[in-house]
């Protein structure tokens, strides 16, 4: 079945730093690929969307880019803020309607 | 624009309780979810809904009961509580593919979530 492997957490790195949360991903077909965010105490929201290869998806200076032929989704920011310490998801969504998210990363930012 | 709500936030029941979480959405959605979040699981889908009057299992459907009687409602039961039940509950809900996105699945809205202790 379809499944979604994200690098372990937690992440820690200090303000400024570079950050790449890695996603791969096994699917039928060609899905859309998907990075969720969940801060403190809420629900999960969109972060970024890619539909198709060589895609990307930016949103709040993160970026991600659709790698068909690696089956990866990987997650970038140049420049991480104290504000983006939450736990980040990777889910790709096949034409099943069911959508399978990663175990998450939790991200800690020092300021 | 509430988006999605799920009632009750909190809840604590003992073995062999029963009870319903309700989830309601005013986006005029007709795909919804529910999902658990259990600590190192990440999110894991329960079961779902493409439309009034249809559900289908997820990835963990043992133990949980649905019904979609209604286009904005989407309600989750647990007939007799378990102590792994205790778990964060998300509902989620999104537009079908004939009105989001060509390929996959669409934008899911999620509830702020509802935490469920089973003692």
């Known amino acids: 079945g379809d499944s979604v492997t994200q690098m372990e957490g937690p992440v820690t790195l200090s303000e400024e730093a570079f950050l790449t949360i890695n996603c791969t991903y096994t699917?039928?077909?060609?899905?859309?690929l998907f990075w969720y965010v969940q801060y403190p105490g809420e629900g999960l929201q969109l972060l970024l969307k890619?539909?198709?290869?060589?895609d990307k998806g930016s949103n709040k200076g993160f970026e991600a880019t659709y790698r068909k032929e690696t089956t990866s989704f990987h997650l970038e920011k140049g420049s991480v803020q104290v504000s983006d310490s939450a736990v980040y998801f990777c889910?790709?969504?096949?034409?099943?309607?069911?959508?399978?998210f990663g175990k998450g990363t939790r991200l800690h930012i020092l300021p | 624009n509430a988006g999605v709500t799920q009632t009750p936030k909190f809840r604590v029941l003992k073995t062999g309780q029963s009870m319903t979480l309700l989830c309601a959405q005013d986006?005029?959605?007709?795909?919804m979810y529910w999902y658990r979040q259990d600590p190192g699981m990440g999110l894991r889908l329960i079961h779902y809904?493409?439309?009034?009057?249809?559900?289908a299992k997820g990835e963990v459907p043992d133990g949980y009961n649905v019904s979609r009687l209604k286009k904005q409602n989407f309600l989750l039961g647990l007939e007799s509580a378990a102590p792994s039940q205790t778990s964060v509950y998300f509902c989620?809900?999104?537009?079908?593919?004939?009105?989001?996105?060509?390929?996959?699945?669409?934008?899911?809205?999620f509830g702020a979530g509802s935490r469920l202790t089973v003692l």
């Open positions: 986006m005029n959605h007709e795909y």
């Open positions: 989620a809900s999104s537009y079908s593919k004939r009105r989001g996105s060509l390929t996959g699945a669409n934008v899911l809205t």
């Open positions: 809904s493409v439309g009034e009057g249809t559900t």
């Open positions: 890619a539909t198709k290869a060589d």
């Open positions: 889910a790709p969504s096949n034409r099943d309607d069911k959508i399978i």
């Open positions: 699917a039928t077909g060609y899905p859309s």
